[in-house]
């Protein structure tokens, strides 16, 4: 038993990384989540390693931080381009918490679902422990805020046209999202749309795979991914703007249809009115799967981060490290799931009486992590979103060289940086 605790909240992909970070560095780790299932919006997400995903997910597996990756690659269903997207793989949705509990369990993590954290106790700039929805208080050496940036239903209902019903969070049973990073009084930031409102609205909506047309739905388990042109009049480029996801312009002209094992995902379609949906071939019956008033709107995201350093450590809270989407404006999995590398690390170190590690900015995540951290103090930086597989985070590796197909490259450029294993060792010898 290791004699340094760390308390990481959330089991989202940031959550799950995290927690096997500090495992891996030695600490003794309990992992909360507040539904019955792991993996949070990656319950629903599924399109892993497109365009410069690939270079972050091999960089951090060359950094000792692969597990989260590896795990999903033995789940891989189809691989697939969609508009603008390219080399990509998905992951099957239905087997993904499945796999990523295993995966927890079996790094020795004390995991426990249907926990949701409601407060801290904080004694001057630490936090001592974490208080449950139970009563139960817990005490840890140093934690990890990782509750995501979506709902809950006050959320969605202030900002957006109230609970849309989406599966990967279900507040009305589990309860709203609650950050311990803002219960402890850091910051909270918000993203921003066109028209000033806080939030972005979710990206994605999926079909129930049986409601396609039988013909439809062969094609897309075959092909993986299918690329249907919008008739012009449905065309609503304003999405682009407002929705969670980072997309392109000219993949608002398309229906970008992925089979993801459990549904059928509609890329960046944001929310679509389902008698416009029914109009278009193949689409004859569909129903919505998620959210189930997709035909509406869709759940609100990007609220409540919080500002941080570049070693992911949350301004003001000395033992508090934030990941995932709360420790800035990226989105998506491979952004969430390195992030959660380094703030668990990060954890264990502070845990352990010991510095925590700033990554360099020679490495793509190191420059990602700072890059996000200044946008969140630049005016105007809060109005999109940062991913490493397209806009202007994409275009920025591009224009630095650092975009490349080479994996063993990436995996040289690592170990040359005498980084190689850097997050997956023991920081301090356990007990
Ligand atoms: C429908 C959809 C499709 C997507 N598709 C893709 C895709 O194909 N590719 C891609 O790269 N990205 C995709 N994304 C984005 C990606 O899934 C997210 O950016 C990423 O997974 C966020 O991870 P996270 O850990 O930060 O947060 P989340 O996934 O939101 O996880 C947070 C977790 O914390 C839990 N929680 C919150 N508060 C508490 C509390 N107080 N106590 C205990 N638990 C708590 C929540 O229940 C949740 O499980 C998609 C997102 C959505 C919604």
Redesign the pocket.
Same mark, same amino acid.
């Given at each position: 038993m290791s004699s340094f605790r760390i308390i990481v909240? =959330?089991?989202?992909?940031? =959550?799950i990384a995290s927690a096997i970070a500090a495992a891996r560095a030695g600490a003794s780790v309990t992992l909360?989540?507040?539904?019955d299932m792991l993996a /949070?919006?990656?319950l629903?997400?599924?399109?892993?390693n497109f365009n410069g995903?690939l270079v972050a997910a091999e960089e951090a597996k060359a950094l000792g931080g692969g597990d989260v990756f590896a795990a999903l690659e033995s789940i891989l269903l189809h691989r697939g381009n969609i508009v603008d997207e390219f080399h990509g793989y998905v992951y099957d949705t239905s087997r993904v918490d499945g796999v990523m509990q295993k995966l927890v369990r079996e790094t020795g993590i004390d995991l426990r679902l249907e926990?949701?954290?409601?407060d801290v106790e904080k004694d001057g700039r630490s936090i001592r422990a974490v208080k449950l929805a139970s009563r139960e208080k817990v005490k840890a050496d140093a934690f990890v805020d990782?509750? /995501?940036t979506?709902g809950g239903m006050n959320i969605c209902k202030r900002y957006g046209q109230g609970c849309m019903m989406c599966i990967?969070?279900r507040c009305p049973a589990?309860g709203d999202?609650?950050s311990i990073a803002t219960k402890a009084g850091a910051p909270s930031l918000d993203r921003v749309r066109p028209d000033g409102t806080p939030g972005a609205v /979710?990206?994605?909506v999926?079909v129930n795979k049986t409601t396609l047309d039988k013909g439809l739905l062969a094609r897309l388990e075959k092909e993986g991914a299918i690329c249907i042109p919008l008739p012009k009049e449905l065309i609503d480029y304003s999405k682009e703007k407002k929705i969670g996801?980072v997309r392109s312009r000219r993949q608002m002209e398309f229906i970008n249809l992925v089979d993801i094992g459990s549904t059928a995902?509609c890329?960046g379609l944001g929310y679509f009115a389902l008698d416009k949906l029914k109009s278009i071939p193949g689409f004859e019956f569909a129903q919505y799967d998620?959210p189930m008033a997709g035909g509406k709107f869709n759940k609100i995201?990007k609220v409540d981060m919080c500002p941080r350093d570049d070693s992911l450590q949350v301004e003001g809270i000395e033992n508090l490290f934030a990941?995932?989407?709360?420790c800035g404006p990226g989105?998506?999995?491979?952004?969430?799931i390195v992030s959660g590398v380094l703030a668990g690390n990060n954890a264990a170190r502070v845990a352990a009486d010991k510095k925590p590690v700033v990554l360099t900015r020679e490495t793509v995540i190191g420059d990602y992590i700072a890059y996000t951290g200044e946008k969140m103090k630049t005016p105007g930086g809060l109005g999109g979103g940062y991913s490493f597989?397209l806009g202007e985070y994409f275009e920025r590796m591009k224009s630095q060289g650092r975009y490349t197909t080479d994996i063993p490259a990436i995996h040289r450029r690592v170990k040359k940086l005498g980084l190689a294993g850097f997050l997956g060792s023991k920081v301090a010898s356990s007990e």
């Open positions: 909240v =959330g089991g989202g992909f940031s =959550g909360f989540e507040k539904t /949070g919006s990656g629903r997400a599924g399109r892993m995903k926990t949701r954290v409601t990782a509750p /995501g979506s990967c969070y589990y999202r609650v /979710g990206s994605a999926l996801g995902k890329v998620e995201s990941a995932g989407e709360k989105t998506g999995i491979a952004e969430a597989g």
